[in-house]
């Protein structure tokens, strides 16, 4: 009976021991998984890069669409109501007089519309500040006798060393070799001052707290994430810095100018894919300056298509602002992180079938000892 007891007791053991080193290994072998799942994301854009055999200063083509601008005519300010000269006049503010040098937030709704454009929310009704739906649709759209659309590509430059794409001019004229005569937003300088553009970047969340972009420009400038704005430089204004960066927790955080980092409201995931979209407008002709840096923010390339002007081509349609290329066959595993991953697997997987064999064998032992007890007790 003693010994029917012990053997018991030593079943027993042995079975919650194999139960908890196998909540143990299974636990482990999640673990295994998902450390390797994030290591495989921070892997997955060099892989991107270099399957399209981007290296240092290879040249990568951003689909952009460009809008020209007609110059709104000069009006009195003290001839006419304040809110005729605010509704009515966009463009053109330096040669006509009444300009305000300064930053304007709040002139943009702070989540983009259906078709992926701002909406205008009339900032604070300043001359050259409030923006309104009737006349906001000329920017980012081709409307008749205000606004021609035109298709382009925005050259970035990949640095290898610093890991960042960048674009930087310092007299941005994309539209001077139109055909503007007779067009006053040409002026005495020669270069057309008066356009928007809009763009969009995608690429594949890392958050490793190493991802930043920045922006230099001058006049209405807006980044959103996604959908969401997280850089408001609204207003004409003389060339300003802004930037956002992803922490380790996939919370994007941005400035304006000389600004603290605060929570932009944006919370992404590693191994998201989402866009950075850029809209920006020229509207006064003193000045253009225009420069973008991706660090460490390394953008789905589609490897595939070419672009004329050489280099590669971003994955993303400017006409379905809502598109970004999956990634396809872009997305490559480095062969030995893969093989680890199989070991890993094949291994904590063997044990936990061989400590199911163990629990199986105990349950057997007890039931056993369980039955015979009871035969005996007859």
């Known amino acids: 009976m003693k010994k029917r007891r012990i053997a018991l007791s ?12 196998m909540s143990a290994i299974i636990f482990g072998l999640s673990n295994t998984v998902r450390e390797l799942a994030v290591e495989v994301t921070s892997k997955q854009p060099e892989a991107i890069l270099a399957s399209a055999n981007v290296k240092n200063d290879t040249v990568v083509n951003v689909p952009i669409l460009y809008y020209d601008q007609k110059m709104d005519e000069c009006a009195d300010i003290y001839g006419v109501s304040l809110f005729s000269v605010v509704k009515n006049r966009q463009f053109e503010w330096a040669s006509c007089g009444y300009f305000t040098n300064a930053l304007e937030a709040d002139m ?25 739906g009737d006349n906001f649709a000329r920017w980012f759209n081709a409307v008749d006798g205000l606004s021609t659309s035109y ?8 640095n290898e060393s610093s890991r960042i794409f960048k674009y930087e001019d ?3 004229y994309p539209l001077d070799e139109i055909d503007l005569a007779g067009d006053e937003s040409v002026n005495s300088n020669g270069h057309n001052h008066l356009f928007t553009l809009s763009l969009g970047v995608p690429f594949q969340v890392i958050a490793d707290g190493s991802e930043k972009f920045e922006i230099v420009a001058d006049d209405d400038t807006w980044v959103f994430v996604g959908s969401k704005l997280v850089l408001d430089m609204g207003g004409i204004h003389d060339e300003m810095l802004a930037h956002f960066m992803i922490n380790e927790d996939g919370e994007v955080y941005a400035a304006v100018g000389d600004e603290d980092y605060a929570y932009a409201g944006v919370k992404l995931n590693g191994g998201d894919s989402t866009v950075v979209r850029i809209f920006h407008a020229d509207r006064n002709s003193e000045s253009s300056v225009f420069k973008l840096y991706f660090a460490n923010m390394l953008p789905n390339i ?10 590669v081509e971003i994955a993303y349609n400017p006409a379905d602002p809502s598109y970004v290329a999956p990634l396809g066959e872009n997305m490559k595993v480095a062969p030995d992180r893969q093989k680890t991953l199989a070991v890993s697997v094949v291994v904590q997987t063997t044990v936990i079938c061989m400590l199911a064999v163990i629990v199986m064998t105990a349950i057997s032992v007890v039931t056993r000892y369980s039955r015979r007890g009871r035969n005996l007790g007859r």
Do not use: C, H
């Not at 989540?111 to 923006?131: F, I, K, T």
């Not at 298709?151 to 990949?158: D, E, F, I, P």
């Open 10 to 21: 030593i079943s027993m053991a042995v079975m919650v021991l194999t139960v908890l080193g």
């Open 108 to 132: 943009v709704e702070g989540v983009l519309d259906e078709d992926y454009l701002p909406v205008a929310s009339g900032g604070q009704m300043l001359p050259n500040r409030g923006v309104w």
């Open 151 to 158: 298709a382009g590509t925005l050259s970035l430059v990949y």
């Open 170 to 172: 310092e007299n941005f």
């Open 302 to 311: 589609n490897s595939s298509s070419l672009a004329k002007s050489g280099g």
